[in-house]
C-alpha cells in the first residue's frame, strides 16, 4: 500500500489543499488511485488540473524512492501508521507521508518546543540560541528546528548538549544537507533524534518548500520560542502557524536598536510570551508531564566560539561584550598547553604523560580537568561536547584508570601512584 502514498504525494499538478481533499474523501492513497473517474469529480473544490494529474497511474517514482529509502536507511510513515504523531493529524494540511532519518521520536507524548530565528542572527540571538537549546534539552523537553544556519543551528547545538532528544524538520529530502557546513550537526541529530521531510530523498531545497515546512515544525510543538527575527522572516511564518494550530508563541526580547530583533519585539507587543530562559517555556507543559519535566539550571556559561562569532559578524550582526579580539584568541591557542605548568592539580610531567595517551574529546576533556576536578556537567559546559560524548569519554577515561569519580561526583585527574578506589 506504500507506493500509492509515494504515488498521490509526487503527482504534479496537485496541491496539497487538494491532496488533503482527495484523503479526506476516500480514506486512503490506494483508494484514489483507483477512484475512477466519475467518483473524482464528486470531490469538491478539486480542480481540472487535479483531476487530469491523477489519470497518470504510473508507480515508477514510487519504486524509485523506495528502492532509495532501502538503501539510505530512510523510514516512511504515513498518516495511516501508528507512529505517525497525532499532532500532525489534528491541523488543516497534514503531511501524507513523512520521511524520517534516524528514530522517530514520540511527540505525543513528549514536551517538543520549536525553537527558530534569523539565518542572519546577530552574536547574541545565536549565544541566546544555544543557551535556550540546551536549557530546554536539560529540563527534559525536545527541541525541534529547521536546520538553518544561524539560530536553528545553535539550537539543535545546544539541545545536543543538554542530551536532549531532537528533531530537525527540513524543505528538502532528509539525505540532502542544507546549508553544507551543517553536515555534522545533521549527522548527530539523525544520530541522537531524527530528521523529517515530506520531501522524498534527493529533493533539493526549495524557497517554496520552506512556508510548507513550517507548518510541520509549528504542528509537533506544543510551543514555538522565535529567538532572533527581523521584521520579514520565516520564523513569523512559524510562529503564524503555531497560532493558527492553537499553540503558544514565545520570543526573546532584543534591542531594539537591532533590525534582527524587530520581529521578536513586535511579536512580544503582541501578545507572544515574553522568556529568558529555557525553563520559563518548559514549565507552562510540567503538569502535561508529570515527572518528565523539572527544573535544571545552567548554560549560563555557554558561549559562542570564535568562528561562531566570526560568522556572525560577517552576516552583520553585532559582538557581545565577552568577544576576544582574534590576536588575543590566537595567543591563547598558542600558550593553551603551557599554562597548565603552574597548575596545582596535576604535575605538568604528569599531565605531558596522560595527554600523550588520548586524543579528540578525551583530550579536551583531560585539559580541563588539569585545572580543577569538574562534575560531568561543569565539562558539557565548558567543553561545549555534546552530553552524550562528554559521558562515552568520561566512561572510558575512569575505565583506562585517567580519573576517578568523587563522591562529589567530580571528576578528578588520577597520578601515577593514584588509585581508582
Known sequence: ???????????????????????????????????????LTMVDGLGNRARSALQNKDLGIADRILSACYEKNIAIYTMQDAAYPDRLRAIDHPPAVLYCLG??????????????????????????????????????????????????????????????????????????????????????????????????????????????????LSALALGTLVVEAPAKSG????????????????????????????????????????????????????????????YRPGGQQLDLSYEERKSALAEGGEPVESEEKPEKKAKNEQTNEKSFDKTENTPYIELETILSQVEGDERELVLLLAEKPLTADDLIERSQIPANRVMASLTLLEVRGILKCGTDKRMTLLGPGDSIS
Open 103 to 216: 528514530r522517530m521520536l514520540p511527540f505525543d507524548s513528549q514536551a517538543a518546543i520549536a525553537v527558530v530565528g534569523t539565518r542572519s542572527a546577530s552574536a547574541y540571538g545565536l549565544m541566546t540560541a544555544k543557551r535556550m537549546g540546551y536549557q530546554i534539552a536539560r529540563c527534559g523537553a525536545t527541541v525541534v528546528s529547521g536546520m538553518a544556519k544561524g539560530i536553528d543551528a545553535m539550537a539543535i547545538e545546544g539541545a545536543l548538549m543538554g542530551d536532549g532528544p531532537v528533531a530537525g524538520v527540513l524543505g528538502g529530502g532528509v539525505d540532502v544537507v542544507y546549508p553544507r557546513e551543517n553536515r555534522a550537526l545533521f549527522r548527530d541529530v539523525a544520530r541522537w533524534g531524527c530528521l523529517l521531510s515530506e520531501y522524498p530523498p534527493g529533493t533539493p531545497p526549495k524557497g517554496s518548500h520552506f512556508p510548507e515546512r513550517n507548518r510541520i
Open 1 to 39: 500500500m506504500l507506493k500509492y502514498w509515494l504515488w498521490l504525494t509526487n503527482l504534479e499538478g496537485i496541491t496539497l489543499r487538494e491532496r488533503t481533499l482527495l484523503l479526506r474523501y476516500f480514506g486512503a492513497a490506494d483508494e484514489v488511485y483507483f477512484a475512477s473517474s466519475d467518483a
Open 235 to 294: 520564523a513569523l511564518i512559524t510562529a503564524n502557524h503555531a497560532l493558527e494550530q492553537g499553540r503558544d508563541v514565545y520570543a526573546i526580547p532584543g534591542s531594539i536598536d537591532n533590525p534582527s530583533s524587530v520581529g521578536t519585539n513586535r511579536l512580544i507587543r503582541d501578545g507572544a510570551i515574553l522568556v529568558t530562559n529555557g525553563w520559563e517555556v518548559v514549565q507552562d507543559y510540567a503538569a502535561m508531564f508529570p515527572g518528565k519535566l523539572r
